[in-house]
Nanobody
């Protein structure tokens, strides 16, 4: 059973930085990227960033150049370093893992509980 636990959210002033962490546990027979999404109040959940097992990264245009995703495979943890924060970055941030839990099973998405980021 895959579990994802986010931490590191909080309040920041515009221009400041925060670092989010996502600790993963549990087994996947096959897995795709680790992802970050965010959801502001009254809005849909949107994609932020991804990292694959080889360390290749992708970013939404809105965060490119400001956010950096990284991973520590020994700790099964993914990080999102957020610099030059803007008020529009305010949202609940969710960690996501897309994996095949067992051989022959369907792929499914796993989500953490989210961590709030508020920028003023």
């Amino acid at each position: 059973h895959v579990q994802l636990v986010e931490s590191g959210g909080g309040s920041a002033q515009a221009g400041e930085s925060l670092r989010l962490s996502c600790a993963a546990s549990g087994y996947c027979y096959k897995e795709h990227d680790m992802n970050w999404y965010r959801q502001a109040p009254g809005e849909e959940r949107t994609y932020v960033s991804s990292i694959d097992s080889g360390g290749s990264t992708r970013y939404a245009d809105s965060v490119k150049g400001r956010f950096t995703i990284s991973q520590d495979n020994a700790k099964n943890t993914v990080y999102l370093q957020m610099n030059s924060l803007k008020p529009e970055d305010t949202a609940m941030y969710y960690c996501n893992k897309h994996c095949q839990p067992r051989y022959g099973s369907l792929y499914r998405d796993y989500w953490g509980q989210g961590t709030q980021v508020t920028v003023s």
